[in-house]
Nanobody, 116 residues
């Protein structure tokens, strides 16, 4: 059974940085497309960034140039480096894994709050 465990959330001032990490276990990591989603208060969950097993990354327009997704297949980890954070980045961030069979898994979520 795939398990995802996120870490690295917290409170940061506008303009600051945070790095989120997600540890994957239970299957062959390289076969999964990985993503980071977020859900602001009272809003639907949205995809922030994703990376295929081969390393191709995609970002939502609002975070391009500020966020960077990376993965280390040998370690089973996927990170999200978030720079120049804005109050509108405040949300619960979730790690997501999508398998080749259409199976999807979610982490428990980690809170990111951007506030002065």
């Amino acid at each position: 059974q795939v398990q995802l465990v996120e870490s690295g959330g917290g409170l940061v001032q506008p303009g600051g940085s945070l790095r989120l990490s997600c540890a994957f276990s239970g299957s062959i990591f390289a076969l999964f497309d990985m993503g980071w989603y977020r859900q602001p208060p009272g809003k639907p969950r949205e995809l922030v960034a994703s990376m295929s097993g081969g390393g191709i990354a995609n970002y939502v327009d609002s975070v391009k140039g500020r966020f960077t997704i990376s993965r280390v297949n040998a370690k089973g980890t996927v990170d999200l480096q978030m720079n120049s954070l804005k109050p509108e980045d405040t949300a619960v961030y979730y790690c997501n894994a999508n398998g080749v069979r259409g199976d999807a898994y979610w982490g428990q979520g980690t809170q990111v709050t951007v506030s002065s």
